[in-house]
């Protein structure tokens, strides 16, 4: 709101002469005022940066906490098989009895035509430390090499006939390979054939379980 400088009387916006006395009014000078800047807002990057490390810290503990709860429930499990398994060693066949199973190994032919059955191939021989069986709970796994002087062809007929119904049969010059389950899915033999030097290597992995 403007007033004359001479009369004091309220002039009406724009009004260069006073309606009262009629003094002139000098032109109004403009008053820039201005607006300061609004400051930048400090510490913005850096609260984004200090969520980031949070978020990588707990990660990282997360991450570390795990390994050793990891480590801490193996390191259990380690001292229970060492402080509860009995080792037994007689003529070359080795016998680990632990909490969680037997695995047993065997240079013997009789027992390694014991644990066959009818899949021990008549005189064959079982090679030397390629043996072993394991028993974990109900499940019961038996691996074996044999050697015989027969030819591949005939191993290869001889244990067709005893799966007959087998899952899968091949046959690639005089090696043959032979997988079969029974139908209740508790039994799976895998037999492999094939000529090594002057004899036939049969190798034979049966999982049965009880």
Sequence with gaps: MAFC?????????????????????????????????????????????????????????????????????????YVRVRDNSHVEERNGNVKVETPFGTVESSQDSDKVASDLGEFMYPEAEAVKGASSSATFGSTHTITTQLETSDAPDKVAEYYKSKLPNANYTNAQGNTYNIMAGDKDHKSWTTISISPVGDKTRIQISRVSRS
């Design 5 to 77: 400088n001479s009369c004091g009387t309220t002039l009406d916006a724009g009004t260069k002469f006073c309606n009262k006395c009629g003094a002139a009014v000098p032109a109004a000078s403009a008053t820039a005022v201005s607006t300061p800047a609004a400051a930048p807002v400090q510490g913005g990057g850096s609260n984004v940066l200090r969520i980031v490390l949070i978020v990588v810290a707990v990660l990282v503990g997360l991450g570390i906490l795990g390994t050793v709860t990891t480590a801490y429930f193996v390191h259990r499990a």
